[in-house]
DNA sequence: AATGGGACCTGCGCGC
DNA sequence: TGCGCGCAGGTCCCAT
């Protein structure tokens, strides 16, 4: 579910909604999203804590607490947030002080939890690179330039560049108008200043948009975003160019399910 | 050092 | 209706 602009929504839903606000009680109903400590320190540790604010960097949401410690949030690819009345299909359930629940839902329960007093030197986030919002265009390209894999690949890459998943890089190639196979280092200037332009925007426009709900997402009052409707590439698998009217291709790149048009994308 | 494949999970839609 | 398969928004681990 979650990238950059879908965290980004959630993050900014969740700090005007409950912070300030002290954790009552934390229902934990399936261990295996918390990562550390085990749960009875992690139940323990959260209860009496106030919520002091919420940051995000790349996929993963913090919340900064009172006490110094900071839970942090990864919720991969099936991970969801609902704030308000308790949820049934809640992995994780926290309790605030004014009766309203945080629940985490998952349905692939893929995603992970931690409380942790020193979060930037957890593995993940000592090795993360640069936020996509937050990089300029030339270190973009510096960055881009003599890496052997191909750019959808390397966009994927979170060491590379922090927040961008399967549907954006894909909308952004589509945008820059580059084939995801290319090898990156081939990217003339001009293509990569396009790359990131490109990939700006589309991150800022998602934003905006609260959002794709393509799958489970949801932002925290349970609805979906609108921006799946905008979407161009992704997802639209044996359907027409957006574009020209003529089919997109599809392939699989690390992996992943890749759509792009063979005419508007050289 | 960098890259690609598999593992971790669950559920949905499809064809037979 | 039921079953097996492919596929799904992410990241880590391992072999090469």
Redesign the pocket.
């Known amino acids: ?3 950059l602009p ?1 965290v980004e929504t959630i993050r900014r839903e969740l700090t005007e909604q409950i912070s300030g606000k002290t954790i009552a009680g934390v229902c934990v109903a399936d261990q ?1 999203l918390i990562k550390e400590p085990d749960a009875a320190s992690f139940k323990k540790g959260l209860r009496g804590s106030r919520i002091r604010s919420l940051a995000r960097r ?3 949401l913090i919340f900064e607490l009172d006490t110094g410690k900071f839970l942090v949030v ?5 991970g ?1 947030l609902i704030l308000g009345r308790r949820q049934k ?1 809640a992995r994780l359930a926290i309790a605030l002080s004014d009766g309203t629940w945080l629940n985490y839902m998952d ?4 995603g ?1 939890v931690r409380l942790v007093a020193d979060y930037l030197s ?3 986030f000592a ?1 993360l690179g640069p936020e996509a919002l937050c990089l300029g265009r030339e270190e973009f390209c510096r960055r881009l330039s ?5 750019i959808k ?2 966009l ?5 560049i ?8 894909q909308e952004a190639l589509f945008l820059a108008g580059i084939r995801p196979q290319r ?2 280092l081939s990217l003339k200037a001009r293509e990569a200043a396009s790359l990131h332009a490109k990939l700006r925007g589309v991150l800022k426009e998602a934003i905006r948009h609260k ?7 949801r932002s925290t009052d349970n609805r979906k ?1 609108s921006m ?1 409707a905008r979407l161009r590439v ?2 639209k ?1 044996n359907q027409d160019c957006p574009v020209c009217r003529k089919p997109l291709s ?1 392939v ?7 759509c792009y048009c063979p005419r508007c994308q050289i």
């Open positions: 579910m979650p990238e879908e295996r790349g996929k993963a990864h919720l991969r690819i099936a969801w299909k349905q692939r329960a893929l992970e957890l593995p993940f090795t003599g890496r052997k894999t191909c690949n390397l994927l890459n979170q060491k590379f922090a927040g961008i998943g399967n549907i954006y890089a090898q990156a959002g794709s709900s393509v799958d489970v997402y975003g799946q992704y997802g698998k599809w699989v790149l690390g992996g992943r399910g890749t």
